[in-house]
């Protein structure tokens, strides 16, 4: 027995001694199983249509293969059969010459019958193969005659009525019209004013087909088209013949079927006399050409083949018989047939029948209609022209200031800002209570304050922000907006994307033992670093969980200091950092004062009255118009292509003409809301969302910039920034990130270090860049990109952020 292998003991079973292991010999069970499938595959195979008969071993390895599947087995063998079958029939098929006058229905190359005589296909090559290069006998050029594969149908699809098949649209028409003409009534002559009757060949002319009829006026009255030289002849004295209509021998010749186009050259000839050669002024054809196409003074063969043809055979095999030109100023075919249906229908026809020349635009008329043509109706919306920086200082209204909660993963930040709203009443009772009973209901209950802020159904799940979040409430005097960012390092570019928008920033830290040291080794230090270098200047510190700690003092002036020092090594200035201890879940010290007398050491303030002492931010309201575009959504059905953001700079109102870059399109402000409400303006610092029309979705994304006509942002490719570096810098691939902007570009030049207090070059040209020093760097991007100076950019590689800077 096999060393490997092992076989399944039951615990039931009382032998263990015994070594058969059952490999080799097959259970009789199994054996009765395949030799019934067996059965039921060959007797399947016998009874199909047609039969087909198979091995035993080739059975036996299908129903192995397939899993002993009976019916998969059965459509395997067929298929194999099958192109066994096919592959021994498979011979050099020898196919018989057909003579050019067993061509003989009009419109097909080859009769019903003939279709199986078709000739193998001809290869110039191999005709050519035993001749010279420009010296091939002259019995050897010819045209080279591609010929159909298949005769031709009836008009616009449909079976040939020969056939019994259904008539065609146009087929339909066509033998309408010509039923009108021969029925038509006799027209009085205006020279006579007596009534003429129809001749006998013009009866017989409206019953005959296309090619006929002109074969048969070509016999009345000759042309001297050149097209139709083949056909015939004018007489020497350049009047036309005029045929006899009371002799029988005048009587036009009425065409078969069977008529071949030597019969119709032969008749032509013999009734029309033959004119003086004339002089042919054109340039003899090259030498190349008379050897690929021949010429028209070559030699004839006696005997008739598809090499050899003139232009009668030719426009024959294709179908194209000698008509009049088409007369594109009347309708087309397609427009005959749609009128005729809508006119069945009783709708009026979309064209009229026919157009004269005059009423032709010019091309350039036709041009400027195709450039009018839109798929979108535009929408006018009138502007008020209002004076917006005037408006807004005479408005009365709350200071309008963000804030974005940063800290480690697990901090508590979701939750403080949670009981934040409830406490403030910015959230009703109602809400609360079914968050809480949902929370329940899946085992998290302490997460029912985090879901104020986090809504979508994965944070829910896994008990992590993804994405930032906003939320707004007022104080007496300060409408606040709460922009709650993810902790998680995986979501950086989305906590970069909500520090971009906050015009100061809470650091919310959790005191515990042990996750304390652990946020500050990780996300702790780099957030506060990123919300410092995307120009936050203000910064308060939430002490969190305190409760978790029984309120330790000495635990609060150790992290205090630590941070303290972390923070002011940052950049951020001593007076703008400020410590609060707090507890998310039970609320204290967060809108009210603590009650637990552990707490009695803190004389300072709760954690809303440091954010109402923040000094308003200012913006530049006099500056060209900045918008970056933080979403992209439908509003409403009224409102079906909205955009939300915040403004950095300048002011809109509605009815203004916005560019968005970098794709370059405009579009129209239909409305405005400013934090939620409608308004007629808005001016920088306000979150807004604008209901756009006139432009396609297809041009907005998240991070494109809004901007006026008069005063563009420019699309770069290449810049150089004064950075902050985090990590080692060296020419390298990085992400660029701006707000939600986030494109790849790569480090292609080390400039030059810098001193940080006053800026001046140290070293120019570096090899590296180590950690914390400034360094001018030039950055280049794939694409192009809306930027311009003095952006804050963010720099990252590998899931890292690397360095943080300014253009210039």
Known sequence: MSRHRVKAVSYDEGDYDEYDDGYDSQDPEEKEFLEECIRQVHSQLAAGIPSVSASREEVQEALWHYYNDVEKSVNYLRGKKAKEAETKKKKPATVPTVKAKEITVPGYLFPPAAISLQPAHFSASDFFRDSPWLNIPAHRKADIVVEPLYPRLGLLGGAPESAGGKMSKLAALAAARKKREGDKAPTPSSATGDNTQPSVGDSKESSMSLRERLVTRRAKQPDSSPSLRGLGKQPSSGQPVSPKKSSPESTPPVLSPATGLKDIANIEHTELKEEPPTVDIRASPSTFAVTIVGSDTRSKMTEPSHLYTNTLELIKIYGQDLAEPFDFAGPSPDDVVFNAQSSAKGFKSKQAASKPQGDKKDQSGLAGDMG?????????????????????????????????????????????????????????????????????????GSFALAWVLDQGSEERARGVTIDIATSKFETENTVFTIVDSPGHRDFVPNMIAGASQADFAVLVIDSSIGNYESGLKGQTKEHALLVRSMGVQKIIVAVNKMDMVQWDKDRFEEIEQQVSAFLTTAGFQAKNISFVPCSGISGDNITRRSEDPNVSWYAGGTLVQELEATEPYSHALDKPLRMTIGDVFRGSIQHPLSISGRIDAGSLQIGDQIYTMPSGETATIRSLEVDGELNEWAVAGQNVVLNLANIDPIHLRSGDVVCHASAPITNISSFTCKVLAFDHLLPSMVDVHRGRLHVPGRISRLVATLDKGSGNVLKKKPKIVPPGAVARVVVEMDHAVPLEAPTRIVLRAGGDTIAAGLLE
Do not use: C, P, W
């Open 372 to 444: 009018n043509l839109s798929v979108i109706e535009k929408v006018n919306v009138k502007s008020k022209n209002l004076d917006v920086l005037s408006e807004y200082k005479k408005a009365k209204r709350k200071n309008a200031m963000n804030f974005v909660v940063i800290g480690h993963v697990d901090a508590g930040k979701s939750t403080l800002m949670g009981r934040l709203l409830a406490d403030l009443e910015a959230v009703d009772q109602r809400t609360l209570d079914k968050y809480r009973r949902e929370a329940e209901k899946i085992g998290k």
